[in-house]
């Protein structure tokens, strides 16, 4: 009888929350839009090609895909459609073009006027940042689509990949769930007595700033076969040559002297590296690998 009453009273786990249908006024299937900033980049005005599959609902997730140095938003998100098709997410891909986004304002986030030369450079205030685009980006279409999505994913390829691993230090407190740094020519260390660009010296970055960095979840990314010394693109000075002479081997180099970092400041030390096997220098190999973890 014990038994019996046992079962009687079992509860039945709620459903899972069902997402309602996206309002498609404004965005709907594959297409792009005109993303304007807020002051003081309201002149810089940035292309943003999206896809929506059609099972996404209000709860979708949404990936926002940074291009590299070829700036080709389009490529990153039609690469992508298929997979997001099958794994159903929404994919942003801004296009930050060279005109309006050379290398210090896309690379290196236009965190100084001259990134290149930060000892003698003025440090930009935080809404010049390029990195500043991101999250207003994500509103705005969220808004549009009238989604509940509270987070976004982040995933950047080689020069994208420069641009994610360098927001996330720079912006810690950004609203992302996971973020990819797949195949960055060089990198920013977590080093204050190297200045920027290839560390941390004469930027703002602060101690309590790193240990909310190493608590998210970032994943730096390579592909196996991305060891071309010789690589189109591949930066070549003392700086960048320090941290290796490949993609793969910087890669590896960053990441470790991140987790020294963190272990120095006794941070909870969330980020991870991976190796995409057979994988060179490949925005689409690199990402599905990336999209794999990100949505199972």
């Given at each position: 009888?014990?038994?019996?009453?046992?079962?009687a009273c079992?509860?039945?786990?709620?459903?899972?929350?069902?997402?309602?249908?996206?309002n498609a006024?404004?965005?709907?299937?594959?297409?792009?839009?005109?993303?304007?900033?807020a002051?003081?980049?309201?002149?810089?005005p940035?292309?943003?090609?999206y896809?929506?599959?059609?099972?996404?609902?209000?709860?979708?997730?949404?990936l926002?895909?940074?291009?590299?140095?070829g700036?080709?938003?389009?490529?990153?998100?039609d690469?992508l459609?298929?997979l997001?098709?099958?794994?159903?997410?929404?994919v942003?891909?801004?296009?930050?073009?060279?005109?309006?986004y050379?290398?210090?304002?896309?690379?290196?986030?236009n965190v100084?006027?001259?990134?290149e030369?930060?000892a003698?450079?003025?440090?930009?205030?935080?809404s010049?940042?390029?990195?500043?685009?991101?999250?207003?980006?994500?509103?705005?279409f969220?808004?549009?689509?009238?989604?509940?999505?509270?987070?976004?994913?982040?995933?950047g390829?080689?020069?994208?990949?420069?641009f994610?691993?360098?927001?996330?230090?720079f912006?810690?407190?950004?609203?992302?769930?996971?973020?990819?740094?797949?195949a960055?020519?060089?990198?920013?260390?977590?080093?204050?007595?190297?200045?920027f660009?290839?560390g941390?010296?004469y930027?703002?970055?602060?101690f309590?700033?790193?240990?909310?960095?190493?608590?998210?979840d970032?994943?730096?990314?390579?592909?196996e076969?991305?060891?071309?010394?010789?690589s189109?693109?591949?930066?070549?000075?003392?700086?960048?040559?320090?941290?290796?002479?490949n993609?793969?081997?910087?890669?590896?180099?960053?990441?470790?002297?991140?987790?020294?970092?963190?272990?120095?400041?006794q941070?909870?030390?969330?980020?991870?590296?991976?190796?995409?096997?057979?994988v060179n220098?490949?925005?689409?190999?690199?990402?599905a690998?990336?999209i794999?973890?990100?949505?199972?």
């Amino acid at each position: 009888m014990a038994a019996v009453l046992f079962s009687a009273c079992r509860v039945t786990p709620p459903s899972p929350p069902q997402g309602q249908p996206l309002n498609a006024a404004t965005f709907s299937g594959t297409g792009s839009w005109e993303f304007v900033p807020a002051e003081p980049l309201d002149d810089r005005p940035i292309e943003v090609f999206y896809h929506i599959p059609e099972d996404a609902n209000t709860l979708t997730p949404i990936l926002i895909t940074f291009h590299g140095n070829g700036r080709d938003g389009d490529y990153s998100r039609d690469a992508l459609i298929n997979l997001a098709n099958q794994r159903n997410f929404i994919v942003l891909a801004p296009t930050y073009t060279k005109e309006l986004y050379p290398t210090n304002r896309y690379h290196l986030g236009n965190v100084f006027d001259d990134g290149e030369e930060s000892a003698t450079s003025a440090l930009n205030p935080t809404s010049e940042w390029t990195y500043s685009t991101v999250e207003p980006i994500f509103y705005e279409f969220t808004i549009a689509v009238q989604s509940e999505a509270k987070w976004f994913d982040l995933f950047g390829h080689s020069a994208g990949g420069q641009f994610v691993h360098r927001m996330v230090q720079f912006m810690p407190a950004m609203n992302y769930r996971k973020a990819v740094a797949a195949a960055s020519g060089w990198y920013t260390v977590p080093d204050s007595t190297i200045p920027f660009p290839y560390g941390t010296q004469y930027t703002p970055i602060q101690f309590y700033q790193q240990l909310d960095y190493f608590s998210r979840d970032v994943l730096i990314l390579v592909g196996e076969d991305d060891t071309d010394e010789n690589s189109a693109g591949l930066r070549h000075t003392p700086e960048a040559d320090a941290q290796g002479l490949n993609r793969f081997d910087r890669a590896h180099f960053f990441y470790g002297e991140s987790a020294l970092r963190a272990q120095q400041i006794q941070a909870d030390f969330n980020w991870d590296l991976q190796v995409s096997p057979g994988v060179n220098h490949s925005y689409l190999g690199n990402a599905a690998y990336a999209i794999d973890l990100m949505y199972p």
